[in-house]
Nanobody
């Protein structure tokens, strides 16, 4: 099983990025897909997650700015991040539950002026 995350980078405050996480080798239905992040010196935290049926859950800090979506046919999850702020700087990890936990390698997002 492989999870390949992409789309990270450096942006100025107020900018946008779109993360993608493509999975391969998963032969069962993926019930849950999501994104976590870990900033330096902090614990990994949930950013957003989406069930197969489309229901979503967001951290309070990103509500109204980030949108998670998934393509079930491609087993891919996306995270559209708008109005990025310096406090969003972190390594972002994709996660799937199918039926075990699988993690991507992480992609760096840096927000600074």
């Amino acid at each position: 099983v492989q999870l390949q995350a992409s789309g990270g980078g450096s942006v100025q405050p107020g900018g946008s990025l779109r993360l993608s996480c493509a999975t391969s080798g998963i032969l069962v239905s993926i019930s849950l897909m999501g994104w976590y992040r870990q900033a330096p010196g902090k614990e990994r935290e949930l950013v957003a997650r989406i069930m197969r049926g489309g229901s979503t859950d967001y951290a309070d800090s990103v509500k109204g700015r980030f949108t998670i979506s998934r393509d079930n046919a491609k087993n891919t999850v996306y995270l559209q991040m708008n109005s990025l702020q310096p406090e969003d700087t972190a390594v972002y990890y994709c996660h799937v539950l199918a039926p075990f936990d699988y993690w991507g390698q992480g992609t760096q997002v840096t927000v600074s002026s």
